[in-house]
């Protein structure tokens, strides 16, 4: 489903980043991609959807070289969730998740459906929580929006950048818990971003471990754990 065929980039500035990446995520697949800062995590991921273009190599998603497809089109089959997901403040939760499927075309009665469904689906009520502001919300419950806006327009493949990472660690949990769960009923193929080996290990099926600029082991949880 998303595959890294000797995938190098170097920045304009003459940063190596990445080198010689080569990896494959199975479609349905959850693959954390863990790492001490600055090892490239971040980089391999925006050249899935396309906010960076590799130096060398080809980067296939649904068996198509990104760089041969309009980054619009390509944005729609690829959710992404960062840190700070950025929420338009002056709209409420419900416009805020309705916003991506009436872009699509949806009319404004069923992307509101839609979106309202979506908060279900992220554990949020959207009778209480969809009329409220960005800013009423706890930080845990503003990333659970922006997991409903990335799964908007049902993309196969969702790119998370330390989605859990600015809350604190009990929330973390059960924002992990609650995403384990959605995954299991959504199945979408996923590349997560995290330096916390815990959240690596609870999430991922398999576990990229990068060292600088490149993978040193590709392994499911209990061999990463077990690995001298
Ligand atoms: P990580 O996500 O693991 O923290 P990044 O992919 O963000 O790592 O960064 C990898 C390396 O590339 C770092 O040395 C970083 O400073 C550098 N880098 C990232 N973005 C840019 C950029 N736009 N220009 C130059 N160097 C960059
Ligand atoms: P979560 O575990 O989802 O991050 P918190 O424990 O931070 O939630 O918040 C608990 C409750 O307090 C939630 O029901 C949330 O709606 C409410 N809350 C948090 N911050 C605010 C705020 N700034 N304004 C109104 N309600 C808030």
């Known amino acids: 489903m998303i595959r890294f065929e000797h995938v190098s980039k170097r920045y304009a500035d003459g940063t190596s980043a990445v080198d010689d990446l080569s990896f494959e995520v199975a479609e349905g697949e959850l693959v954390t991609l863990v790492g001490p800062s600055g090892c490239g995590k971040t980089t391999t991921m925006k050249m899935v959807n ?3 273009e590799p130096t060398s190599g080809r ?3 649904e068996g198509r ?10 944005r729609r089959r690829i959710g992404y969730v960062i840190q700070q997901v950025g929420l338009f403040p002056h709209r409420t939760v419900l416009d805020n998740t309705a916003t991506v499927p009436q872009l699509l075309g949806t009319g404004r009665a069923r992307a509101r459906a839609r979106a309202a469904e979506l ?3 992220v554990g949020l ?5 969809g009329p409220r502001y960005p800013e009423q919300l706890s930080g845990g419950q503003r990333q659970r ?3 409903a806006r990335a799964l908007a327009a ?3 493949v969702l790119l998370m950048d330390e989605p859990f990472g600015a809350v604190d660690p009990v929330v973390r949990e059960r924002l992990q818990n609650e995403f384990l769960a959605l995954q299991s009923r959504v199945r979408k193929t996923v590349l997560f971003v995290t330096h916390d080996i815990e959240e690596a290990v609870r999430l991922g099926d398999r576990i990229a471990v990068y060292g600088q600029g490149r993978i040193e082991q590709f392994d499911a949880p209990a061999t990463v754990l077990g690995a001298p």
């Open 154 to 156: 049902d993309p196969p």
């Open 50 to 52: 396309r906010l960076v």
């Open 145 to 147: 929006v922006g997991v």
């Open 65 to 74: 070289d990104v760089a041969g497809v309009d980054p619009v089109q390509l």
């Open 59 to 61: 980067v296939l998603v």
């Open 119 to 121: 908060l279900e689906l």
């Open 125 to 129: 009520d959207p009778s209480v929580h």
